[in-house]
């Protein structure tokens, strides 16, 4: 599986973006898909992930209520809503595909190349 992340930006505090990962290659319905991001000297870190069909889905504790993540297996895309943003929001945001919905980076098989987040006070 190829991915291939989009959509990030500056964008302001309380501001929203919208992000993108397109997968091509093997059967992206077949794979859990998961965003992490990773800031300035630290530890690439779990955003969110959902499941193969969409049904399942969980969040960190500091997006929650704030970010949604959502699926179109038609399209080959996987989304990251992020609204109410916050400067800690800022990183660099990687989509990531497995069999797996952890939050455990190690556990995923492929990712993306990453798109940034810059989000000002």
């Known amino acids: 599986v190829q991915l291939q992340a989009s959509g990030g930006g500056l964008v302001q505090a309380g501001g929203s973006l919208r992000l993108s990962c397109a997968a091509s290659?093997?059967?992206?319905?077949?794979?859990?898909m998961g965003w992490f991001r990773q800031a300035p000297g630290k530890e690439r870190e779990f955003v969110a992930a959902i499941s193969w069909s969409g049904g399942s889905t969980h969040y960190a504790d500091s997006v929650k209520g704030r970010f949604t993540i959502s699926r179109d297996n038609a399209k080959n895309t996987v989304y990251l809503q992020m609204n109410s943003l916050k400067p800690d929001d800022t990183a660099v945001y990687f989509c990531?595909?497995?069999?797996?919905?952890?939050?455990?980076?190690?556990?995923?098989?492929?990712w993306g190349q990453g798109t940034q987040v810059t989000v000002s006070s």
């Open positions: 990531a595909a497995g069999k797996t919905t952890s939050s455990r980076p190690g556990l995923y098989d492929y």
């Open positions: 290659g093997r059967t992206f319905s077949f794979y859990d």
